[in-house]
């Protein structure tokens, strides 16, 4: 990636939302020679810190189209990332595989035929007989669980990815701003964001990635971004020591969409993000545990030990993610439902492309 000029003023980029995408906006901009300020009034507690890390690209079914191009990207970049701020985090990496599993014949069926339809993927049919499919069963206590596993995707743990991230960020002297930006508007040549406490920052270009809010500072440009709230939330689980062995389950998998993840022998993490409220309903556990039908004893509310929720969006009437260069030096990143964490290489990647175009 081509880097500014050195006897280039460095432009002064205002980076507003602190999440996934905010943070890796920031370092390849920064790597770029870009100086950078992150604006967020939360910078360490948002819908990010409630993600579960899961990165399903390889198994999405859909192989073209806009979706597939940013997904692909992301798993050719994530590689890179990771040796990259191993740099600050030897623990950081992705685990691999992942298991996408279903209870629905049909789906079943449909996941059998891009397993065959796309050979030499990394991707493989579960049959009924595989250790991995009669530990899930026998945990489960259910007969008609099936699925594939896909060697090439997996989970990445958001907590670490996220403080190994502030440690870059911290080491490069980033400017944080702990305050919420209520209001954008463009004034000679520059562009001036007010914040709650009435402070103004003069910044050269700004990068909207603050999820719901985004499109609410955009006071005197006409766009016509829609986005409405997608609740993500999880449960976590915990049962008797003599009950159930979890561990002799895959270290992450998803059944129906609801994914799982084994933490310990006695405690498990069921989370999804399928709701299109701002607030947690009251059948939380039914709603995550509803892929199986006659539940162990374990698995029941009363064993539930933690729950927490995050928000995000969803773009209308356009597919997700959003981003745009809307002129001038805005643009805006949002919009990315279930997958921050999949997408924000290939993000950073499109905005580091953008700017340099503006400003190079």
Known sequence: MKRLKENFQKPH??????????????????ELGYRITIADPVLDKNSSSAALGILMGNIYQKRNGRSWILRKQSLELWPKWIKFLKKFNEELDIEKPLIKLTTNDEKFEKLKKFVNDN?????????????????????????NIKGVISHKDGRIDPLLLLDTLNVYLKNKKINF??????????????????SGDNNEIKTDAIILCNSL????????????????????????????????????????????????????????????????????EENVFEKLTDFIENKPQWLSKERV????????SRPEGEPSPIQKNL?????????????????????SYWVANELNKYFI
């Not at 702990?178 to 954008?184: L, T």
């Not at 030990?305 to 995050?310: A, D, L, Q, S, Y």
């Not at 002129?327 to 993000?347: E, H, V």
Request: with cysteine.
């Open 13 to 30: 980029i205002l980076i507003v939302g602190a999440g996934i995408i905010g943070k890796f906006n920031a370092i390849e901009l920064s």
């Open 119 to 143: 050979t030499n993927q990394g991707l493989e049919i579960l049959e009924k007989d595989s250790t991995v499919i009669k530990n899930i069963n026998k945990t489960f206590r259910t007969k």
């Open 177 to 194: 701003l702990k305050d919420e930006i209520i209001k954008i508007k463009r004034l000679n040549q520059k562009w001036i964001a007010t």
């Open 213 to 280: 809010n985004s499109i609410n500072l955009i006071v005197d440009k006409p766009h016509k971004i829609q986005l409405k709230p997608v609740l993500g939330q999880a449960i976590e689980v915990c049962a008797s020591f003599d009950e159930v062995n979890l561990l002799s389950l895959p270290k992450h998998f998803n059944i129906d969409n609801k994914n799982l993840i084994p933490l310990t022998k006695n405690k498990i993490i069921i989370g999804s993000t399928d709701e299109y409220h701002e607030k947690p």
């Open 305 to 312: 030990t933690r729950k927490w929720f995050g928000i995000r």
């Open 327 to 347: 002129g001038n030096g805005l643009f805006i990143c949002t919009g990315f439902y279930k997958n921050g964490f999949l997408l924000a290489p290939s993000c």
